[in-house]
């Protein structure tokens, strides 16, 4: 067994940022949670683990997943992204559908984005985190999607 309860993968392929270089006050505070991101290479953003949409916000550039076994997790592509009102975002699912592991949530143009002036990094966050006792992330500077990318410890009571 490894060292780890839970084992979140990429769901995108891109270059990894520290959370705390986030251009995001929110997210690099660490006030929305713990957790990395990723400035995506590609306009794909897939499932990570088998679970439930809890939400997706309006312009699909936002979505919120809780796993099968409790992790609730956001995934945010880009930075004031939201003002792009929707625009080259495109979801696959909506609010309250069951995804596998590997669906594809979202498609973005990542060129059209960049193209407009919007910062690609997206933070990847897992917002109850206060329910277990560690939350790490990878070392690596890439990562292709499917890579272990956050690695979770349960607490373990101890008489």
């Known amino acids: 067994m490894n060292a780890y309860d ?93 995804v596998h592991r590997g669906d594809l949530l979202l498609d973005f143009d990542v060129e059209a984005i960049k193209a407009d002036g919007f910062s690609l990094v997206s933070p990847v966050v897992v917002v109850n985190g206060i329910n277990y006792s560690e939350i790490y992330t990878t070392d690596k500077d890439f990562v292709e999607y499917n890579d272990d990318l956050i690695f979770i410890k349960e607490y373990k009571l101890t008489i």
């Open 6 to 98: 839970y084992i979140i993968p990429a769901p995108m392929t891109g270059k990894v940022v520290a959370l705390k270089d986030v251009d995001d006050i929110a997210f690099a505070s660490g006030s929305i949670g713990s957790g990395i991101a990723i400035e995506p290479t590609e306009g794909k953003v897939y499932s990570p683990f088998d679970g439930i949409i809890e939400s997706i916000f309006y312009t699909n550039h936002i979505v919120g997943l809780s796993s099968d076994n409790g992790i609730e997790l956001i995934i945010h592509i880009g930075i004031d992204t939201i003002k792009l009102d929707g625009n080259y975002f495109h979801a696959n699912f909506f609010e309250g559908a069951k």
